[in-house]
């Protein structure tokens, strides 16, 4: 059984571009958790997603920054007009029901913003 | 969410138990402890969980005091593989899918 996957694992942009990040979670898994780890800093919720419907955002900033889990295909994070503070490590989760004891985490993605 | 206070680091020898300790005075009765780690480079990994009772895994044991206002994790013997950054995690109840990582506890295993 694969694990959760992302890609791509290292991306750069610079300034003013758009990042997507893409999360296939594991086989069986309908809920997706989105974290992001700055610099130095541990990870922080951004948004929990299942099938076609974002159930809590509470975490992602309020401009430039989208999710979604469609019916087929991956869950995309999507980062519009990156700057250079978007730099960060971006982690996607997913676990056959929202909790926090099951929850499977991919190898992120490195956002890098020249 | 209830705050959690871990060291910063710890060493341990290996083949040693090494013991985690983590402060969270103000869970609420119906909060779960979660622990994490996170290997250089790596998503985090799961290890255990717990409410008032004492648990234990494959990986590790869970100890909680009576009044649940700390925990300590116990990896009984540890190896150099399990050098990484552990993360004690107390997230709301309501919706304990919502994991917040603090700083946590850089252990490193030496030979």
């Known amino acids: 059984n694969a694990g959760v996957m992302q890609n791509p694992r290292h991306l750069v942009r610079r300034r003013g571009q758009e990042a997507r990040l893409r999360c296939s979670p594991m086989?069986?898994?309908?809920?997706v958790y989105w974290y992001r780890q700055l610099p130095e800093e541990g990870l922080k919720f951004m948004v929990y997603l299942q099938k076609e419907n974002i159930i809590d955002e509470s975490g992602m900033p309020k401009e430039r920054f989208s999710a979604e889990f469609p019916k087929e295909g991956p869950s995309i994070l999507r980062i519009q007009q990156v700057v250079r503070g978007d730099s960060a490590a971006y982690f996607c989760a997913s676990s056959p029901e929202p909790s926090g004891e099951t929850q499977y985490f991919g190898p992120g993605t490195r956002l890098l913003v020249l | 969410d209830a705050k959690t206070t871990q060291p910063p680091s710890m060493d341990c020898a290996e083949g040693r138990a090494a013991n985690l300790p983590c402060n969270h005075s103000?869970?609420?009765?119906?909060?779960?402890v979660y622990w994490y780690r996170q290997i250089h480079s790596q998503g985090p990994q799961y290890i255990i969980h717990g409410l008032k009772n004492n648990e234990t895994n494959e990986m590790a044991s869970l100890i909680i005091t009576e009044d649940r206002k700390s925990s300590t994790l116990i990896l009984p013997h540890a190896t150099l593989r399990d050098t990484a950054v552990y993360y004690c995690?107390?997230?709301?109840?309501?919706?304990?899918?919502?994991?917040?990582f603090g700083a946590g506890t850089t252990v490193t295993v030496r030979a």
């Open positions: 103000t869970i609420s009765g119906n909060e779960y």
């Open positions: 995690i107390v997230p709301p109840s309501f919706n304990d899918y919502k994991l917040s």
């Open positions: 086989k069986g898994h309908s809920h």
